[in-house]
Nanobody
């Protein structure tokens, strides 16, 4: 079992920045790839970014490429999402997720095994 707890969400003006954190516990952190997803009201959960088990590979949704950066610190059992140049369209609940089996660019929510409770990000115009 893996427990994931997100933090760092909040209210920010357009053009601003936030850094989300996701602390993991329960299993060896480096055993799984990690992803960030987001879900806005009335919309499906969508892929944002993914990082491989050791951090050597990253993947991004086109909508955030060049603005968001995913990283991980396996010594601290934490994955991060640095979000810059935020836009109102980035407003959503952001979720981190753990993938125990995948080795590629998994972008579907059903490819992930464990989820956090989410943290709200609101970007005002």
């Amino acid at each position: 079992q893996v427990q994931l707890v997100e933090s760092g969400g909040g209210l920010v003006q357009a053009g601003g920045s936030l850094r989300l954190s996701c602390a993991a516990s329960g299993r060896t952190f480096s055993a799984y790839a990690m992803g960030w997803f987001r879900q806005a009201p009335g919309k499906e959960r969508e892929f944002v970014a993914r990082i491989s088990k050791i951090g050597g590979y990253t993947w991004y949704a086109d909508s955030v490429k060049g603005r968001f950066t995913i990283s991980r610190d396996n010594a601290k059992n934490t994955v991060y999402l640095q979000m810059n140049s935020l836009k109102p369209d980035d407003t959503a609940s952001y979720y981190c997720a753990a993938d125990l089996g995948g080795v590629g660019r998994e972008t579907r929510p059903d490819e992930y095994d464990y989820w956090g409770q989410g943290t709200q990000v609101t970007v005002s115009s």
